[in-house]
């Protein structure tokens, strides 16, 4: 099925350590999303892409980048996670004007 | 500034009951107004969405009604089951931008 498909789905990191979290889509969608959702809160969007173009959001810190190598991948670097980057990280895709899709999420812990 | 603004926070409903939650916005730019049900340790899914020419949509025991005049939009949920129980974001696109601005969110609790 097509869909929307996150890795790991469980990150464990230390405090200072760069991790990555992988989206892929197999929708062919044009735009990708990353958001960052903390326990009871709404998601919080980071960044998209539209095709290769990056928008990011003005109150995204510095401390997180975005990657899109192609339209079925897209990458999220925290180059030095702090503990309030715990959350889940959800990747979602769309066409344009279309309908958004979201994977399952990355629940990312940081000790 | 939050740019849409969803109530209740919390609702108890009892099985076979109507859930209602309730969305309003102010940014005119808003073309797309969908639903997501979110479970525990999962991602929101698609739940149902409207467009602002359309006054309600119904898809099963799910219902949008819209008013675009006030600029409020809610969701209904008939025959209101356990299964239901989850947490329920409206959001809004922005036709400008390809982005979308969620509400708080709602946690529905359907009591057996």
């Known amino acids: 099925d097509a869909m929307v498909i996150q890795n790991p789905r469980y990150q464990v990191t230390q405090f200072g350590k760069p991790v990555t979290l992988s989206c892929s889509q197999t929708?062919?969608?044009?735009?990708m999303y990353w958001y960052q959702q903390k326990s009871s809160q709404a998601p919080k969007l980071l960044f998209h892409?539209?095709?290769?173009?990056?928008?990011n959001e003005a109150d995204t810190p510095d401390n997180f980048q975005s990657r899109r190598p192609n339209t079925s991948f897209c990458f999220l670097d925290i180059r030095s996670p702090g503990l309030g980057d715990a959350a889940m990280y959800l990747c979602?895709?769309?066409?344009?004007?279309?309908?958004?899709?979201f994977g399952p999420g990355t629940r990312l812990t940081v000790t | 500034q939050q740019q849409v603004k969803q109530s209740p926070q919390s609702l108890i409903v009892q099985k076979g009951g109507i859930s209602i939650i309730n969305c309003a916005y102010e940014?005119?730019?808003?073309?797309?107004f969908p639903w997501y049900q979110q479970f525990p340790g999962k991602g929101p899914a698609l739940l149902i969405a409207?467009?602002?020419?359309?006054s309600e949509k119904k898809e099963g025991r799910f219902t949008i009604s819209f008013n675009k005049s006030a600029k409020q939009f809610s969701l209904h949920i008939m025959d209101s089951q356990p299964g239901d129980s989850a947490t329920y974001f409206c959001?809004?696109?922005?036709?400008?931008?390809?982005?979308?601005?969620f509400g708080s969110g709602t946690k529905l609790n359907v009591k057996p």
């Open positions: 409207i467009r602002p020419d359309v």
């Open positions: 892409y539209y095709d290769k173009d990056f928008n």
């Open positions: 940014n005119t730019a808003f073309d797309y």
């Open positions: 929708l062919n969608h044009n735009v």
């Open positions: 979602a895709t769309s066409r344009l004007m279309g309908e958004q899709y």
């Open positions: 959001a809004a696109r922005n036709r400008g931008f390809n982005k979308f601005y």
